[in-house]
């Protein structure tokens, strides 16, 4: 009878675990510390990432949940290398680690194919030295949280849980309270990105490993020249991973919105080792600048790329 309630409480007291110490990089001293050491890890980041040709079976993906991941997976699975989809696995784990995590075959990739698909630590494969890293504003991952907690809620009428309050109320709860992050946001859309790094930045600054960072408000372009440039593969393919839910829900737009001044917090305050190297790499293109909300678009975007995309508007994000 109390067995739901008891596994419940199990799996938020293991994600609160999961995270101790995990936004570690770049998190002591001032905030221009803070900055410099970010400014710093980015610059090493793009002297590492992405100039060596290598095999895709040597190729993984680091999942940033809110970021394009699965996008990024499944454009992966289809290049045949080394694609995975859990949130939690760091370049530490990724070079120790064997697959048997379930993950899901995208379209376009026959069943034959999809079983005899090469996987970490598995294969005869050996360990990769290349990881695809998405970047996304910190901002806009909290809100892509936060629409994913609502679409979850609604596709699960059984559990009778009612519908959050709007992100900015969650957002001023969590700033009078700073200890208490909004519990309708699943854990992993609160790792940093840069935390996905550890293990792996000595490594990348010996030129051991590839660190690919492709920012996921450009990421068609992104992928595109990365796979051009570290696999070989100018034909490499980008699925759509999921229908953007705000297209077909007005309210779900509007509440999933972001203020001037909850944005500029989230940026600033909470995230701000990722802000920085986000800004860094990706220079903020297409991007919600200064801390504004992304103009809603007059009409639905083509269904094909037809060449760089100018808008703050990429499919591949939910």
Known sequence: MHRLPIQLWLVAACARASLEGWNSICADGSRFKVKRCS????????????????????????????????????ALMLAGGLAQHVHTRTVASLLTVK?????????????????????LGRNDVGRPTCFFWTLREPAKRIESGYRHAVQLMASHPLFSVRRPPP??????????????????????????????????????????????????????????????????????????????????????????????????WVNREVFLADHVVWRVLCGGRNASTPYAPTKTLSRRPPTRYTGRCSRPHNRHLP
């Open 39 to 74: 400014a710093d890890l980015a610059e090493t980041i793009r002297g590492c990432g992405g100039r060596r040709l290598v095999p895709a079976t040597k190729c993984t993906n680091l999942a940033v949940a809110g970021a394009a991941s699965q996008a990024v997976n499944w």
């Open 99 to 119: 697959d048997f995590s379930r993950n899901s075959r995208p379209k376009g990739m026959s069943g034959p194919q999809y079983r005899k698909r090469p996987l």
């Open 167 to 264: 992100l900015d109320d969650l957002m001023a709860a969590w700033r009078a309270n700073a200890t208490r992050r909004p519990k309708a946001i699943q854990e992993n859309f609160m790792r940093t990105q840069i935390g996905y790094l550890r293990g792996g930045i000595d490594l990348c600054r010996r030129k051991a490993i590839q660190i690919v960072p492709l920012c996921t408000e450009t990421l068609t372009d992104d992928w595109a020249a990365a796979a051009t440039r570290v696999l070989g593969d100018p034909d490499a393919r980008l699925p759509q991973a999921h229908a953007r839910a705000i297209d077909s829900d007005p309210r779900l737009q509007s509440e999933s919105t972001l203020s001037y001044e909850n944005r500029r």
